[in-house]
């Protein structure tokens, strides 16, 4: 699975941006998907993340309620829709994609697939 991140850029607190992640392959439905960023100078966390169905979804603190994960295994991609955004979060976001079950959603090791990264930035 080769997976393409799209959609960053810089944005105002308190807009609003639209993640995209195209995913290759004929098997995106069986995968668990997730959302990862990475702040400068910060070890990269969990965002958000979505079983292979599209029916569970799960998120970090920082950002539910203002974060929403999709998917749309029809065009192979899943969305982060993020709204409120605050400076804090400004980062790189990823994408990956999961053959183990959804209950390992937020545990960064468990992805076998990352996408190259696309850059969030939140100015003041």
């Known amino acids: 699975v080769q997976l393409q991140a799209s959609g960053g850029g810089l944005v105002q607190a308190g807009g609003s941006l639209r993640l995209s992640c195209a995913a290759s392959g004929h098997t995106f439905e069986r995968y668990t998907m997730g959302w990862f960023r990475r702040a400068p100078e910060q070890d990269r966390v969990f965002v958000g993340g979505?079983?292979?169905?599209?029916?569970?979804?799960k998120y970090a603190h920082s950002v539910k309620g203002r974060f929403t994960v999709t998917r749309d295994n029809s065009k192979n991609t899943v969305y982060l829709q993020m709204d409120s955004l605050t400076v804090e979060d400004t980062a790189v976001y990823y994408c990956?994609?999961?053959?183990?079950?959804?209950?390992?959603?937020?545990?960064?090791?468990?992805?076998?697939?990352w996408g190259q990264g696309t850059l969030v930035t939140v100015s003041s």
């Open positions: 979505i079983s292979d169905d599209g029916q569970l979804t």
């Open positions: 990956a994609a999961a053959s183990k079950p959804y209950r390992w959603v937020a545990v960064s090791n468990k992805y076998d697939y």
